[in-house]
């Protein structure tokens, strides 16, 4: 079902990431992105897809530096269509699991305040809350917190 992203999925997922990006104040990030920019995430790091176009999770480093090689950031998204089938709880999985296997040891999740199901989501996936950093974020005219949760693998 879920499966390595490919070069031939950088449209798709380019789409659907400036789709979030330009449309909600779920990330801090305002530059769209490129299929050429997922490809070469693609290429370099761990990138997972559903099969159906339905949404996207990929991770790297936190920090740089030798003291943070073991922890690392995800970045998660989902197709409002593909929303409440239990895909995002697979996906996440999947990554963790990928993220455990490659000898990781915590996986931290950067989450706006404007989006509260993400929060609910890391929460139901055994994310804890371990930050939150009030007004360093603006977007949209607003100041944003932001939310870091974290999962020891």
């Known amino acids: 079902m879920i499966r390595r992203a490919e070069t031939s999925d950088a449209g798709w997922i380019a789409a659907l990431w400036t789709a979030m990006i330009t449309d909600t104040l779920f990330t801090f990030t305002t530059e769209p992105k490129t299929p050429d920019d997922v490809a070469k995430m693609i290429a370099t790091r761990p990138f997972l897809v559903l099969p159906d176009k339905g949404g996207f999770a990929t991770y ?10 073991a922890t690392m950031e995800h970045s998660i998204l989902l197709d409002p269509s593909a ?13 963790l699991d990928h993220g455990r296997s490659e000898g990781h040891h915590a996986m931290i999740g950067a989450v706006s305040s404007a989006n ?28 944003l917190d932001l939310i870091l949760m974290q999962k020891l693998l």
């Open 60 to 69: 790297s480093p936190f920090r740089s530096g030798p003291g943070y090689a």
């Open 83 to 95: 929303q409440g089938r239990g895909d995002g709880r697979r996906l996440m999985q999947a990554l």
């Open 116 to 143: 509260p199901n993400a929060i609910a989501f890391h929460a139901a996936m055994g994310f804890d809350t371990v930050a939150q950093m009030p007004e360093v974020g603006r977007k949209g005219g607003q100041w």
